[in-house]
């Protein structure tokens, strides 16, 4: 099995607009199964959010209002109205709904900065989704979806014990 850490090391080597597409593919694949995603955004739908991983060779922006993607080298700094900092398996996690945020936030595992009121409007919209962003990952594999999927939910759960974190 592919570990966390190896995976994570392994995509410095990936090139910029490679990972750029493929972030940019697994954004449209997630609207696609949750088209009213930034629907509960309101006045934030025109923030910029920066994602910024402490263990992961890039960083990531996105401004609902033109669901997309922008994405950084590590180091790089985004330009963004709220930033999350943190290891990549927790925000992830977060994204889906599957773990505390608050208890993340308190235990000093998720770092928040710029505009609280955009990170909880944002917040609340993917609390209003079951996103399964492995499951619309897989989906990128064609045929070898399946495959992908359960190698991805195999990932998941080792770098989530490795947090210490449980699902909801």
């Keep these: 099995m592919l570990a966390p850490s190896r995976l994570m090391a392994t995509a410095r080597i990936v090139p910029l607009p490679i990972a750029a ?10 609207l696609a199964n949750h088209p009213k995603l930034f629907d509960r955004l309101g006045e934030y739908g025109n923030a910029r959010f ?9 960083s990531f922006s996105i401004r609902p209002l033109d669901r997309s993607v922008r994405i950084v080298r590590q180091g790089r700094i985004l330009r963004a109205d709220a930033t999350i900092t943190g290891p990549l398996v927790l925000m992830l996690a977060l994204a889906e709904g599957r773990v505390d945020g608050d208890a993340l936030f308190f235990a ?6 710029g505009d609280m009121e955009a990170v909880l409007a944002l ?3 993917l609390d209003d989704n079951e996103i399964d962003l492995v499951r619309s990952l897989g989906k990128l594999a064609g045929p070898m979806s399946r495959s992908a999927t ?3 939910n195999a990932i998941r759960r080792e770098a989530l014990e490795a947090q210490g ?4």
């Design 21 to 30: 597409r493929v972030a940019n593919l697994l954004l449209q694949q997630v």
């Design 50 to 58: 920066a994602f910024v991983p402490t263990d992961f060779a890039f």
């Design 108 to 113: 000093r595992k998720l770092l928040v900065s």
């Design 123 to 125: 917040r609340n919209a």
């Design 150 to 152: 359960r190698i991805l």
């Design 165 to 168: 974190v449980q699902w909801n």
